[in-house]
């Protein structure tokens, strides 16, 4: 099975940006969605945002919308997550992962497990 390893996170002051990694081990990434999932304690691990295996399709939850950017380099078996004007509601330990190709934003876990996930803690 894959295996996922994010990074990126940190604390920073309200208003600014941090750049989320998630290196995918395995040969089949280029061939998947892929997406970001957040999660605070005591509450559901919750769909960020989502990118086509081309790139090409995008979604967002709508309170990223604007403020967070996902891309990724197939090339490098890579998924990214730019997250501008953070707030300090986006305080969360992230989460990559595959997205179901019929339901975006659900997670494909046939792909890989969760991996350890990355905090971010944004302080007002």
């Known amino acids: 099975q894959v295996q996922l390893v994010e990074s990126g996170g940190g604390l920073v002051q309200a208003g600014g940006s941090l750049r989320l990694s998630c290196a995918a081990s395995?040969?089949?990434?280029?061939?998947?969605?892929m997406g970001w999932f957040r999660q605070t304690p005591g509450k559901e691990r919750e769909f960020v945002a989502a990118?086509?295996?081309?790139?090409?399709?995008?979604y967002y939850v709508n309170f990223v919308k604007d403020r967070f950017t996902i891309s990724r380099d197939n090339a490098k078996n890579t998924l990214y997550l730019q997250m501008n004007s953070l707030k300090p509601e986006d305080t969360a330990v992230y989460y990559c992962?595959?997205?179901?190709?019929?339901?975006?934003?659900?997670?494909?876990?046939?792909?890989?497990?969760w991996g350890q996930g990355t905090q971010v803690t944004v302080s007002s």
């Open positions: 990118i086509s295996w081309s790139g090409d399709n995008i």
């Open positions: 395995g040969r089949t990434f280029s061939k998947y969605a």
């Open positions: 992962n595959a997205v179901q190709k019929s339901d975006p934003v659900r997670p494909d876990l046939d792909f890989a497990s």
